[in-house]
């Protein structure tokens, strides 16, 4: 059986889960509080970061590296197309939502309304908080432009960005703090891969302390 170590808002083990679910990929779901640095989870991934995959033997960490692994061993259906210059695509704009976007939005709206009070570190930094809603209009923007050119966030296909950048926006979206009147293209976008099978499992996530906006689990919205 497949394992996986989760947090269940963290954006990069729902992008591993959307990338198992995907390919039909039965996986037993553990949550993991990585900030108390328990000893037994420290021996899976020194780092103390989720999300941690158990499979084939092996114990991996890094999202984007389990998530290569994942459609190395399992190739159907595809998510990283054939063509060099296809994938560097892909690789961008995944980089571009679990680097960029993540430090610019995701850190600054999710980890300051959520992962600050479930770790007990405090209150939400205000400063942070209007940085990341100011900045979280850039990205929409950005993204709205690529789709007036592309069917999916990286070409014509679905792909790995697109889990990538859902699986970022689904975090924000369960706290409410996504104005998707912002953009058609964009909107349009998250419905068709919010209607997906793969994500079914992520709209029924629900944190203690924490219900979910009232359109969250609407596949209409």
Known sequence: MIRLFHVPLSPFCRKVRLSL???????????????EKDSEFLRRNPAAKVPVLK???LMMAESSAICEYIEEKHPSPALLPKGAAERFEVRRMVSWFDDKFHHEVTSKLLYERVNKKVMSQGYPDSANVKAGARNIKYHIDYMGWLLDQRRWLAGDVMTLADFAAAAHFSALDYISDVDWNRNENVKMWYAKIKSRPAFRSLLADQIPGYPPAQHYADLDF
């Open 21 to 35: 679910a995907e390919k039909k990929l039965e996986v037993e779901l553990v949550e993991e509080r990585y900030w």
């Open 55 to 57: 499979m084939d033997g």
